[in-house]
């Protein structure tokens, strides 16, 4: 089995402090990608502050750096370490985000550092709101009615024209942070300031209150070869965090029909946004009719992952981190 190009050495950004939306789940993953790293006699140089990790003990990665997983000293672990590539969607959105930094700030390609697995690019189109929507559009996909915005009174005039109750989204952020639902102008204001204070950029859309919502845990290769591996239901719909649900493998509700619609139109999204490795796509879907909306697409491995590697058996990020160095899917064996 012949890997892509040279990689001798990569930096994997671990899971980072522990808070909330962000816990051992990533640990689980970083984990994984060391062990994928180790088996391909590849050195690994992980960074993480935190020391209560699975992935920081001693017999897992070649070098560890316990400090914080920002553009600013991750910059100077690839000048000390002069890595090959650099591993970005193991840890979770804190990973994801110093990446998508170390990318627009030039540091990846001044040292000549590679991104393995899913392309910088494909990352951005999925964390930034307004993108998404514009890429989903492209293959005619359904998505919310929604307006990208940078100011309350910009998402007040979105909500006029969608009609209330709205729900507010937070570009490049993770467990609902900064998220919420408005009733009424007084609601979306004070929703909106919050949600500014985590970002420049907020996304006003439709609320689809008691639609089920539905997972799907995907998996790429360069080569275009794609599987959904799992796919989840809530337990609660629309409206209720999925970190704050129950959800169930596989989806018990969903209609042969459904099941293999919303497969294909996952399937679809992630072969157009050009994700490498896994990824988890969130669906609505309307209990009254056969009406779908695609909510967003995590360009990393999330908690609903961890959750598909155990209920299935199938390693999603051991997997993604082989495919990540440019193996196929029809060359790695479960």
């Known amino acids: 089995m012949a890997r892509e190009g040279k990689v001798g050495k990569v930096i994997i950004l671990g899971s980072g402090s522990i808070k909330i939306g962000e816990a051992g789940e990533f640990d689980y993953s970083g984990s994984q990608a060391i062990k994928a790293m180790k088996e391909e006699k590849i050195k690994t140089v992980l960074v993480n502050p935190n020391i209560a990790t699975?992935?920081?003990?001693?017999?897992l990665a070649d070098k560890i750096y316990?400090?914080?997983?920002?553009?600013?000293?991750?910059?100077?672990?690839?000048?000390?370490?002069?890595?090959?590539?650099?591993?970005?969607?193991?840890?979770g959105q804190t990973a994801l985000n110093c990446g998508v930094e170390l990318e627009q700030q030039g540091i990846l390609k001044k040292y000549g550092v590679r991104v393995l697995g899913t392309p910088v690019r494909a990352i951005i189109n999925t964390e930034d709101r307004d993108l998404f929507v514009q890429r989903l559009?492209?293959?005619?996909?359904?998505?919310?009615?929604?307006?990208?915005?940078?100011?309350?009174?910009?998402?007040?005039?979105?909500?006029?024209?969608?009609?209330?109750?709205?729900?507010?989204?937070?570009?490049?952020a993770l467990?609902?942070?900064?998220?919420?639902?408005?009733?009424?102008?007084?609601?979306?204001?004070?929703?909106?300031?919050?949600?500014?204070?985590?970002?420049?950029?907020?996304?006003?859309?439709?609320?689809?209150?008691?639609?089920?919502?539905?997972?799907?845990e995907v998996?790429?290769?360069?080569?275009?070869?794609?599987?959904?591996?799992?796919?989840?239901?809530?337990?609660?719909?629309?409206?209720i965090h999925t970190g704050e649900s129950i959800v169930v493998a596989p989806s018990q509700t969903l209609t042969n029909a459904e099941y293999h619609k919303l497969r294909e139109i996952s399937t679809r999204v992630v072969r157009h946004i050009g994700i490498v490795g896994e990824c988890n796509i969130q669906?609505?879907?309307?209990?009254?009719?056969?009406?779908?909306?695609?909510?967003?697409?995590?360009?990393?491995?999330?908690?609903?992952?961890?959750?598909?590697?155990?209920?299935t058996g199938y390693p999603l990020a051991f997997i993604a981190a082989k495919l990540a160095l440019g193996y196929s899917l029809t060359e790695l064996q479960n």
């Open 219 to 239: 998996v790429r290769d360069k080569y275009d070869n794609c599987i959904t591996v799992c796919n989840m239901e809530n337990f609660d719909p629309m409206g």
């Open 66 to 91: 316990f400090i914080p997983i920002t553009p600013y000293f991750v910059e100077k672990i690839i000048q000390k370490e002069k890595p090959d590539g650099i591993l970005l969607s193991f840890g």
């Open 175 to 216: 467990g609902g942070k900064g998220s919420g639902i408005a009733f009424s102008e007084h609601e979306l204001t004070e929703v909106a300031k919050k949600a500014f204070s985590f970002a420049k950029q907020i996304l006003v859309e439709k609320y689809l209150g008691g639609w089920k919502e539905v997972e799907y």
């Open 283 to 311: 669906i609505a879907l309307d209990p009254k009719s056969e009406e779908y909306r695609v909510i967003e697409v995590n360009a990393r491995l999330s908690r609903s992952s961890a959750l598909a590697s155990k209920a």
């Open 54 to 59: 699975i992935q920081t003990s001693e017999h």
């Open 137 to 172: 559009k492209e293959i005619d996909v359904k998505v919310p009615d929604s307006y990208a915005v940078n100011s309350v009174n910009h998402a007040l005039k979105a909500a006029k024209r969608i009609g209330y109750p709205v729900m507010i989204r937070v570009a490049y």
